[in-house]
């Protein structure tokens, strides 16, 4: 079997508020969940897991490739939900998207204060 990713556990001060963001956002349904994990899994069978970790929550970068209708319907949502968001990693051009790559991209925070990135084309 060649390797594939399969599971990550993001940190969140509140797993469901954290799961339902982001299944909401991705347009992606609940996966079973267990102990101290909220659920979802992605299209292509990853599974992210939300818990809430008795420690500080250290920022992490999180970027989801999607194609572009869905790209138009997250960014629409994240408008809607008045998300504050960038065209660029740096947070220098608020209230953008890019063009980069062939494609676009948004960068934003996720409601535990991850980085997120959605994209639609690959970097490579």
């Not at 347009?27 to 500080?56: H, K, R, T, Y």
């Not at 138009?72 to 660029?88: K, S």
């Amino acid at each position: 079997m060649a390797v594939s990713f399969n599971h990550t556990i993001i940190a969140s001060r509140d797993r469901e508020e954290s799961a339902r963001f982001y299944r909401e956002l991705l347009e992606v349904p609940a996966a079973a969940s267990w102990g101290v994990f909220s659920n979802i899994q992605l299209a292509d069978g990853v599974l992210l897991q939300f818990a809430e970790p008795p420690v500080e929550i250290q920022m992490q970068h999180y970027a989801f490739l999607m194609d572009d209708e869905l790209f138009d319907r997250a960014y629409a949502r994240l408008c809607e939900w008045e998300v504050v968001h960038w065209a660029d990693p740096q947070m220098r051009r608020p209230g953008e998207i890019n063009h980069e790559h062939g494609g676009r991209g948004v960068y934003f925070k996720d409601p535990s204060g991850h980085a997120i990135e959605l994209i639609t084309r690959p970097y490579l």
